[in-house]
Structure formats: structure tokens, C-alpha cells
């Protein structure tokens, strides 16, 4: 025991890179991954475990780790009890319900009485139970896509983010179970240790400013002078701008911050109100 913060995250798999590129971005200095099961930062009190993360909610809950990175889907079907302290917004995917393309189904009543593979069973009975709907549920390890041509199954319950797989094994969605993306946990119990509290809370600290850093962009234009009014209708969620002085005595430079997934829907209007030299750059970091 060395007092560090101990972070559970994927050692191999679709978050892992992401999982890395946060806790990178939050400043931390590590070693990546490779073979070993953890490192600890150099400049920060925090240990990397690379897990499973089919393991992660257990480790999480019996302390072996004080939180860790897992999508909302794993939480959910391993019904550990963890706390979710913070949406991380990858790792992105749906839990659907899929049947294969030459069958019809219109109404999720028509799944009573069908059989369904899943790797999810826990979350799936959930969902049937709360539906008023009775299936009967098979339990398989992976590859449940291809249940339905083996004529194993009459439907799917599967972790889908393209629907490409889907495609290719002709199946295609009948009903949205649920939404996932990657989460943070902690057990549920607070942690009894002061300095590792600290620790937690400023990590959560960064982990926000580099989320909100990400959602944003900071926007710089010119503008004819007279138009400066309606630039800032244009502009979302702005109340007042950073305005600048031109060499050029009729314009001014304008300078935002914008939401990220605004920025293509404004565009036509800004230029429209006279708006040149437009460039947009991302955030680093933001702090509240
Ligand atoms: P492990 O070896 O760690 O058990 P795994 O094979 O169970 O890995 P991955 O396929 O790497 O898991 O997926 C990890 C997580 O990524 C999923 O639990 C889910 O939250 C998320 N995810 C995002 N898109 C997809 C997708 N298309 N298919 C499966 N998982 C996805
Ligand atoms: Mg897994």
C-alpha cells in the first residue's frame, strides 16, 4: 500500500485507448500499458491497473481499485455495487434487441414467447420483466450475432455501435434496450482515507475541465463593425463576447467560446452577417 489512487481501466480492448488518452490529457505522466498489470504515474499519487474490464465493478466494489473506467453496460449487467461518479462520453454504444432481416417485428408483445441470446441475461430479464414480456433468455459467451442463422435463436440482445456487425449477419434492429458509454465508478462507500479523498477530488477535478474542454471550441472572426449585434444573436449561449480592435477602423475581431456541435449549424449565418477570416481552434483545457 503506497497511499496512491488506484484506477482500474481496460488493459485490452475498444476503451482502452480512450481510457489512456484522458488520463493523459489530465496531465498524468505514465508508461503505457504493455504487459504489465499496473504503473504508477511519475508526477501524480495515482496507480494504473490494466484489467478485464469484466472484472473492473468487482475490483471496484471490493477495493482492490479505488475507481475505475468501464462502460455503463458491464455496471449494469454485473448489478455490483458501485456508484457512478462521472459520464465520460465515449466508448458509445446501444444495447439493441435484433431479429434477422427476412422476419417481421412490429411490436415488442410479438418477442413473448421467442428466444433470445444474449451476453447480457441480467440486464435482458430486466428489461422483459419491466416490459410485462416473457422470453426465454440464452446465456452465451460471445458471438451471439450468428445465434439466429445456427437457428439457435429467434432474436439477439447484443452491444451494437455501427450496426455493422449486425449487417453482415443479416439481422437488423427491432427495439433499443439501452444507451451505454464509458463511466467512472467508486465503491459505494466514501473513502476513509484523507489523502487519497484529495487525491479523488482533484483527479475529478481534471477529468471534468478536460470533458468540457472537448465539448467546446474557441472561435475567432472579423467582423464589419456595424453587424456586431446580430453576430451575437447568431452565436450560442453567448452574452458578451471578447471584442477587439482592427488596424482597419470598420471592423472588429470577435472571440468565443462555442459549444463544438454548433459550430456547422451557425457557420452560413455568421458569414451571411458579414463574418471573414473564421477559425476555429480546439481547448485544451477549461476550468469552471
Ligand atoms: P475484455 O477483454 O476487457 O473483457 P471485451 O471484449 O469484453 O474486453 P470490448 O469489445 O473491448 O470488450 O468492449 C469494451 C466496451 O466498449 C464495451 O463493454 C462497451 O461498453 C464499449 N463498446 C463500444 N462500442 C462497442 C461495440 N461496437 N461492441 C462492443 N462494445 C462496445
Ligand atoms: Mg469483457
Not at 458491464?74 to 431479429?99: D, I, M, P, Y
Not at 488596424?247 to 471573414?276: Q, R, T
Amino acid at each position: 500500500m503506497n497511499g496512491n489512487l488506484k484506477i482500474a481501466i481496460q488493459k485490452k480492448g475498444r476503451l482502452t485507448e480512450k481510457s489512456v488518452e484522458l488520463l493523459k490529457l489530465c496531465g498524468f505522466d505514465f508508461e503505457n500499458y504493455s504487459e504489465r498489470l499496473f504503473v504508477s504515474a511519475r508526477n501524480y499519487p495515482i496507480d494504473i491497473l490494466f484489467l478485464r474490464d469484466d472484472d473492473i465493478p468487482e475490483y471496484v466494489k471490493d477495493k482492490v481499485a479505488d475507481i475505475g473506467i468501464v462502460g455503463e453496460n458491464v455496471v449494469l449487467e454485473k448489478q455490483t455495487q458501485t456508484v457512478t461518479l462521472e459520464k465520460l462520453g465515449f466508448g458509445r454504444c446501444s444495447l439493441l434487441l435484433a431479429h434477422p432481416n427476412d422476419k417481421e417485428l412490429n411490436s415488442l408483445s410479438e418477442i413473448n414467447g421467442k428466444t433470445i441470446a444474449t451476453t447480457y441475461p441480467r440486464i435482458l430479464t430486466n428489461f422483459l420483466k419491466k416490459n410485462d414480456l416473457n422470453a426465454n433468455i440464452i446465456e452465451l459467451s460471445g458471438s451471439v450475432e450468428i445465434a439466429p442463422s445456427l437457428g439457435v435463436a429467434d432474436l439477439i440482445c447484443d452491444i451494437v455501435s455501427t450496426g455493422n456487425t449486425l449487417m453482415m449477419n443479416k439481422l437488423k434492429k427491432s427495439f433499443k434496450v439501452f444507451d451505454s458509454e464509458a463511466v467512472i465508478i467508486s465503491s459505494k462507500d466514501k473513502l476513509d482515507d484523507e489523502k487519497k479523498n484529495k487525491i479523488l477530488k482533484d483527479l475529478l477535478r481534471r477529468i471534468r475541465s478536460v470533458l468540457s474542454a472537448r465539448s467546446s471550441k474557441y472561435l475567432m472572426m472579423n467582423i464589419p463593425k456595424d453587424s456586431l449585434k446580430k453576430i451575437t444573436e447568431i452565436i450560442p449561449s453567448l452574452k458578451s463576447p471578447t471584442v477587439l480592435h482592427l488596424a482597419d477602423e470598420n471592423m472588429l475581431a470577435v472571440h468565443a467560446v462555442i459549444p463544438s456541435d454548433k459550430f456547422w449549424s451557425i457557420i452560413e449565418d455568421l458569414k451571411k452577417a458579414g463574418a471573414s477570416g473564421i477559425i476555429l481552434l480546439p481547448i485544451e483545457n477549461m476550468i469552471a
